[in-house]
């Protein structure tokens, strides 16, 4: 395809001639949204805001991606299925679902974003429309109602522990920090490297124990690692002094080649895991 800058109005999103190249990965938006035209007769338009785009098979502006941090098994109904097509609705973009691995109909505006984890299936569009090809059925419906044209997208990949753990209610159990500090008195971590390999350093009661009473206890250094929730996986370490946060590059679960790697080298290994998933936990701890 020629090399193109073109303006075009948003609805053109689902045209089939343009749909089939932004699917392809051929075709997407450009970077801006004008909002005002000149009229023929000299004076400006101020009502256009949000109905146009630009198209461009230039540079991708991967500087918007998609930042998601809703959960379907947190609140499954809050996602009905559609009466006319087996794909979950989510009406907004905010709320496209980290752990949800089907069929999801999501509105066009869609497309104006980088999505390198979704792929995109095709649309629901129009009452009369031919069904084929891009079109793989007509207008959604909820309870009978009519929606506006929905694009069919599923993600590529899925990370099958936090599915897993996303599934199993009883997974979602936190340890209490008067229970970590009852089982500890019976523990002596003097000038031991702790890790806990399934805890966020930012909501996990278990990180905040370990730094704010590290000298108490005698440790040499400690370790948290995160798996991926839609927000990144991140390695927590604290040696007494500072504080260091790092991204890690995979997912976080705790039998990764990053996690894997800081088994190797702590003392010991303290965590609440999730429950559904402790025998996996369990022979990896026995493999180290």
Request: glycine share 8%; charged share 20%; hydrophobic share 35%.
């Amino acid at each position: 395809m020629k090399p193109c800058i073109i303006l075009a109005p948003k609805t053109a999103l689902g045209a089939n001639e343009v749909f089939s190249l932004i699917k392809e990965g051929v075709l997407h938006p450009g970077f801006t949204q004008p909002k005002q035209f000149i009229k023929p007769d000299g004076s400006e338009t101020n009502n256009m805001s949000g109905a146009t785009l630009w198209l461009t098979n230039e540079a991708h502006p991967s500087d918007k991606p998609l930042a998601l941090t809703k959960s379907y098994y947190d609140n499954p109904v809050a996602y009905p299925k559609y009466d006319n097509y087996d794909a979950i609705e989510v009406g907004r973009l905010c709320n496209i679902p980290f752990d949800y691995n089907g069929p999801m109909g999501v509105p066009i505006t869609f497309l104006m974003h980088s999505h390198p984890e979704f792929e995109i299936l095709g649309q629901l569009k129009g009452e009369f429309s031919t069904i084929g090809g891009n079109i793989l059925g007509h207008q959604a419906k909820l309870n009978g109602k009519s929606l506006f044209t929905r694009i069919i997208i599923q993600r590529k990949t899925m990370n099958q522990h936090l599915l897993r753990t996303r599934k199993v209610s009883n997974d979602l159990l936190y340890t209490r920090e008067s229970d970590l500090i009852a089982e500890l008195v019976h523990h002596d971590l003097r000038g031991k490297w702790v890790y806990s390999p399934c805890s966020d350093h930012v909501t996990s009661i278990v990180p905040k124990y370990f730094t704010e009473h590290f000298h108490e206890l005698g440790l040499s250094h400690y370790t948290a690692t995160c798996i991926d929730n839609g927000n990144g996986a991140y390695r927590y370490d604290y040696d007494g002094k500072n504080v260091t946060i790092t991204k890690l590059q995979g997912d976080g679960s705790f039998d990764s080649p990053e996690c894997t790697a800081i088994l190797q080298e702590c003392d010991i290994v303290i965590e609440n895991p999730p429950f559904s998933l402790l025998p996996q936990f369990i022979e990896w701890l026995n493999a180290s």
